[in-house]
């Protein structure tokens, strides 16, 4: 089984796309950092205990003038060891990425295959809101949702449902291409003579979907999936640089380099620096793993 | 032809329609209109007369049909936090927004299709590698991460530019001001203009060369390559103009996208136009502004919709004849 | 010397997986104002040696030797001088083959611009006696090509490829994408265009009934080799090489009995990545031996086979 996946035309491809299969480790790598952060960071960045204010500003690698102590990489105006608040702020951004991309993924798929399948007046009412929502881009549609759910949840709750109010807003503003696929799929699908077969012998109509039309559709959703989840990642970030994203408690990447952003002219260049970078360093390799992706199961496009 | 665009202005309508509907729905359920406006000490019959006022006792069709016909008049009340008139609110900060995207949006359009071309035609060279890669990195990077790093390089490291601001304000008559009349404004001008137009132009960029290179495999390419055509003609006459479809599609979209990032610009270089407005109205759950700039956007996007779709029936004589095979039908 | 002589050209194909021989060692000549068909199977290497005229062959295939001669000149280094100009070429769908954002009229005038004196309104007066001479109205001239059905734009294609006055006109499969009915008129304007300025044709085409009504001369390709070459009338009458054979004995007459079943040549032909050793075609021959599936027959007397060149 690992033996006949090892020589796959996927392993062959990716082991000869040097920026794929680097793109690939790194991703893993950094999952791997933000599920393990509470392990490896050295500090927990939350716990108030731990931080002394006269370890603020200490520089990457230097000796803190007052206390002597040492950060890798610099600590933050509160005495914070970034190294460990980046970690945390990776998982907090990973986590937002994946949490929405599934649930975005969820609602397309769902949308997609019940809008392609009926057809009629609930694939009408599907794509016209779609339609609409494409209008917009996505960053809209993800701020006024979360504009929208702040305005619901009592002043008191909107710290602590942040998370989840963040995840929902990116969730819903992505699920349209995933639907849109999925829907021109099962259209193909539908209609070739196997699936009337199928109904011809009894199956369900659920049967078919999940059996039949869902298998051809995993790939693209591979594709799709990658992409979007660098684009989540982008979108969390995005929002909680603004302020209307992850709060101060709970720091995302986004989050860590807006609080950067007002040291940047008095020459504390780490506080934002090294959030900045890792950053970037995620949203590209997601990036070129799904260009990657999507060349190899649609050689065309390349 | 008239027909379908006459029929096309219909859908752009119910579009806005349902958008409306969503902003009502905003303003009518998300938080308490009237608490908001009276704060909590409020007697009932306060209360009472304050809903009267608003109508908020009228049937929901009836309140939707007041929104529409309101914000048809530009009306869409004060703002919850500076008690200030929505629609002057707009007014003021449009012309900054409107001038730092047009300003941008052409950037993008030129800097797009040029490099566009030049690396599907050229596409080993080493200057289309370099634009390609470059490019990679534009799409990856987060916009308010490239407004950080002009800021860092052009104010902070070379203070060549401000980091923040529009300044050098010209009033042109009562109703538009203007920051491109003084060294000073264009200045400020500059790093957001970058910021909010790189990731545009390097899309259109993209798009432009994919379209360019699906065009030049194409059969009439080969043809007037075996008609002898000089191959400058091909490339700039034959394909350039069948790329256009796509292109002025993606450019017209990107354009309303112009307008969202702009929030983000905005926000990272404290530009005093709507798209700071808008998220300092999230942030502090301003909804009437919120639901505002939610319609204004909306009729923007669905203009350049139009726009976009009547350019197509010049540019393409098969939509044309569709559109006026339609017509007769 | 004749108007065009290929000797021993060879396109090879360079991938990942190693060189694929698109065309092995073709020779043929072309005489002026003369009908040349070219048949086979897809993949044969017809199309190939069409494009390899006129330079059009796209990386990563290359010509790896042989030379292409017009009119005695080498014009395998620079084909601009001759595409267009000298050799003109049509291809198989009359719809992707024309500009669909151009009018016919902008179209033609363009080439005609490129590749004679005429300009202006005397190149817009040619471009309107190029549509009468192909049996369109000349107002016709700012129509698009969606306007046209099939058969019609092809026919515009024919006048595209005749506005520079051509030596040459390769006309790649013209007329498979048309319906079977307005073939047949195609070609004889083709025909009938080329006679009247002594224009010479090569037609690639995989249909026998093409080549035995519309051509002079026919060379049979399989798996990018000639096999065999001569005049229409040999070719079908008393064909040599067992692959020919078989081609004809696999067409189907309009007076055959309905009864008799057509004969079909055993297997398929090889894929470029396995071409056997010897002749190619040795594992489908009736009649081979051990020597056919060792030497690669050399084209003698016009045949390439090792048991029907002797004449």
Redesign the interface.
């Known amino acids: 089984m690992i033996a006949r996946w090892l020589d796959s035309d996927f392993v062959y491809s990716l082991l000869r796309t040097p920026t794929a299969l680097i793109s690939l480790i790194i991703c893993l790598v950094l999952a791997a950092c933000a599920l393990f952060a509470p392990w490896i960071a050295p500090t927990d960045p939350f716990d108030m205990s731990s931080i002394d204010l006269m370890n603020g500003f200490t520089p990457p690698g230097v000796a803190n003038e007052f206390t002597g102590e040492q950060f890798f990489l610099g600590s933050d105006d509160q005495g914070r060891d970034l190294y460990s608040a980046i970690l945390y702020g990776l998982r907090v951004s990973l986590f937002v990425g994946f949490a929405s991309v599934i649930l975005a993924m969820t609602l397309g798929v769902t949308l997609g295959l019940l809008a392609g399948y009926l057809g009629g007046w609930v694939d009408a009412v599907i794509m016209r809101i779609a339609d609409i929502q494409m209008t917009f881009p996505s960053i809209l549609v993800a701020m006024l949702i979360y504009g929208v759910a702040r305005g619901i949840l009592p002043p008191n709750a909107r710290a602590d449902m942040a998370i989840t109010v963040l995840i929902l807003s990116i969730g819903l503003s992505e699920w349209v291409s995933f639907a849109r696929t999925v829907r021109g799929t099962t259209i193909v699908e539908k209609q070739k003579e196997y699936i009337t077969a199928s109904r011809l012998i009894g199956l369900s109509h659920l049967n078919i979907m999940a059996r039949h039309i869902l298998p051809n559709v995993i790939n693209p959703i591979l594709v799709i999936g990658t992409i979007t989840l660098a684009l989540a990642i982008i979108a969390e970030a995005t929002l909680s640089f603004l302020g209307v994203g992850a709060p101060p408690t709970e720091p995302s990447l986004g989050t860590l380099i807006r609080v950067g952003q007002d040291f940047l002219f008095s020459g504390q260049w780490w506080i934002i620096f090294f959030p900045a970078v890792t950053l970037l360093v995620l949203a590209l390799s997601f990036n070129l793993l799904g260009d990657w992706l999507r060349d190899f199961y649609n050689p065309r496009l390349s | 032809m008239l027909s379908m665009i006459i029929r096309r202005i219909g859908q752009s309508i119910l579009v806005l329609l349902i958008v409306a509907l969503v902003a009502f729905s905003m303003f009518r359920f998300v938080g308490d209109p009237v608490s908001v406006m009276l704060g909590q000490e409020a007697t009932e019959t306060d209360r009472e007369m304050l809903r009267e006022r608003l109508g908020l006792n009228n049937s929901l069709l009836v309140q939707y049909g007041r929104f529409v016909g309101r914000a048809l008049e530009g009306d869409f009340g004060v703002s919850y936090r500076t008690g200030e008139s929505v629609a002057a609110m707009i007014a003021d900060r449009a012309p900054a927004t409107i001038e730092l995207a047009l300003f941008s949006g052409i950037l993008a359009t030129i800097f797009g299709i040029t490099f566009g071309v030049i690396t599907a035609i050229n596409r080993k060279g080493f200057f289309s590698q370099f634009i390609m890669t470059t490019s990679l990195i534009g799409v990856s990077l987060p916009t308010f991460l490239i407004g950080v790093l002009l800021i860092w390089l052009f104010s902070v490291e070379l203070g060549w530019l401000p980091s923040f601001g529009r300044s050098g304000v010209t009033q042109l008559g009562s109703w538009w001001h203007t920051s491109i009349l003084t060294l000073e404004g264009i200045k400020s001008l500059i790093l957001p203009a970058i910021t909010l137009g790189l990731y545009q132009m390097t899309l259109i960029m993209r798009l432009v060369r994919a379209e360019m290179l699906e065009v030049l495999g194409?059969?009439?390419i080969?043809?007037?390559?075996?008609?002898?055509?000089?191959l400058r003609?091909i490339y700039f006459d034959?394909a350039l103009?069948?790329t256009l479809v796509p292109v002025i599609t993606i450019i017209g979209l990107q354009f309303g996208s112009i307008i969202a990032f702009s929030i983000i610009t905005e926000s990272v270089f404290q530009w005093p136009g709507l798209g700071l407005m808008f998220i300092n109205a999230i942030y502090h759950v301003d909804i009437p502004v919120m639901s505002a700039y939610l319609v204004m956007v909306s009729i923007i996007f669905v203009a350049i919709n139009l726009i976009v779709d009547i350019l197509y029936l010049f540019?393409?004589?098969?939509i044309r004849?569709a559109a006026n095979a339609g017509a007769s039908e | 010397m004749s108007l065009l002589e290929i000797e021993d050209l060879s396109v090879e194909f360079t991938s990942r997986r190693g060189v694929l021989r698109a065309l092995d060692n073709v020779s043929l000549t072309l005489e002026a104002g003369e009908f040349l068909g070219m048949v086979g199977e897809s993949g044969a290497g017809k199309s190939m040696t069409g494009n390899a005229i006129?330079g059009?062959i796209d990386p990563p295939g290359k010509i790896v030797s042989g030379d292409i001669r017009l009119q005695g000149e080498s014009i395998v280094k620079n084909p601009?001088r001759i595409?267009?100009?000298h050799i003109?070429?049509i291809?198989q769908?009359p719809l992707?083959?024309?500009?669909?954002?151009?009018t016919i009229g902008a179209q033609l005038i363009?080439?005609i611009e490129?590749?004679t004196p005429r300009r202006g309104t005397a190149a817009r007066e040619r471009a309107a006696e190029l549509m009468t001479q192909i049996g369109v109205d000349a107002d016709r001239l700012s129509a698009?090509p969606?306007?046209f059905s099939g058969g019609m734009r092809q026919r515009v294609?024919i006048a595209?490829?005749m506005?520079?006055e051509p030596e040459i006109i390769i006309a790649d499969e013209p007329t498979t994408a048309l319906d079977v009915s307005v073939q047949a008129q195609v070609l004889d304007l083709l025909r009938e265009v080329c006679s009247a300025h002594g224009t010479s044709v090569i037609l690639i085409t995989h249909d026998m009934g093409v080549i035995g009504h519309w051509t002079d001369r026919v060379g049979v390709m399989y798996a990018g080799r000639l096999i065999e070459i001569g005049t229409t009338n040999d070719i079908i009458r008393s064909p040599r090489h067992p692959y020919t054979q078989g081609l004809i004995a696999s067409t189907p007459t309009m007076d055959a009995n309905v009864d008799t079943t057509l004969y079909q040549i055993p297997g398929n032909m090889p894929p470029l990545t396995a071409i056997p050793d010897g002749c190619a075609f040795n594992p489908r021959c009736p009649i081979a031996e051990d020597k056919c599936r060792e030497v690669i027959p050399h084209l003698i007397n016009d045949v390439a086979c090792h048991l029907r060149s002797e004449t």
Not at chain 3, 96 to 102: A, D, T, Y
């Open positions: 194409q059969d009439y080969r043809f007037a390559r075996a008609r002898g055509l000089p003609s034959h103009k069948n540019i393409d004589p098969r004849d | 006129l059009l601009e595409r267009g100009s003109s070429m291809f769908d992707s083959s024309l500009n669909p954002l151009k363009e080439t490129l590749h698009y969606h306007q294609v595209l490829a506005a520079s």
